[in-house]
């Protein structure tokens, strides 16, 4: 139970364009995704949280019209990255969050599997 | 401030006992986690305590004090695939996970 999981894991682009990406939460409902970004060796950064339905609350210092989120069911996000550069390279991770018991321990974030994002 | 404090790295040899440290301020509190991290790959939940004390999963328990702001992941006959970094994440007061830079653990035949 509690598996999440992202497409693509791997995307190779051109200055420019744009990349969507997708998590999915297969056998829970999600209240809550996150999206994170990581760099090598670095810690886990969120870059914003979503909840069903509502408009995605982005932390400090991600710019929203770059980073699209649509949260827009239960067991769906999309990140969009807009117009991408060289400097947005990165591991980009999804986390759901169900506060339902079951298959899901309250509170807990479970992780997909991340997308690596290279743009040349 | 919220802060997280936990040894950068620790090596440890297969088959023995490895305890890994956090010590953490959070603005409240509403639990603490635990996540694994395999070098390029995104964490896996390991174990949640909320309550003080002791929580053991097999080879893996954590343990908690909150009045110490203290936790701790022990990881019991080490197996080489235990190689990883170690995520020590509480939760503050509006649910959101605290993350650090974690403990890279290296495990040595």
């Known amino acids: 139970g509690a598996v999440v999981s992202q497409h693509p894991s791997w995307v190779i682009c051109k200055s420019g364009t744009s990349v969507k990406i997708e998590c999915r939460s297969l056998d829970f409902q999600a209240t809550t995704m996150f999206w994170y970004r990581q760099f090598p060796k670095q810690s886990l950064m969120l870059m914003a949280t979503?909840?069903?339905?509502?408009?995605?609350?982005?932390e400090q210092g991600v710019e929203k019209d770059k980073f699209l989120i649509n949260h827009a069911s239960l067991t769906l996000s999309t990140l969009t990255v807009t117009s991408a550069h060289p400097e947005d390279s990165s591991f980009y991770i999804c986390s759901a969050r169900s506060r339902d018991r079951g298959r899901t321990i309250q509170e807990t974030q479970y992780f997909g599997p991340g997308t690596r994002l290279l743009v040349l | 401030g919220q802060n997280i404090d936990q040894p950068t790295e620790m090596t440890a040899t297969e088959g023995a006992i490895v305890q890994i440290n956090c010590t953490y301020q959070?603005?409240?509190?509403?639990?603490l986690f635990w996540y694994q991290q395999h070098a390029g790959e995104a964490p896996t939940f390991l174990s949640y305590n909320v309550l003080d004390g002791l929580e053991e999963k097999g080879r893996f328990s954590s343990f908690l004090s909150r009045s110490k702001g203290y936790s701790y992941l022990l990881l019991k006959e080490l197996q080489m695939k235990d190689s990883a970094s170690y995520l020590c994440a509480p939760m503050d007061s509006n649910y959101q996970l605290i993350w650090g830079a974690g403990t890279k653990l290296i495990i040595k035949p």
């Open positions: 959070t603005s409240g509190f509403n639990g």
């Open positions: 979503s909840n069903e339905g509502s408009k995605a609350t982005y």
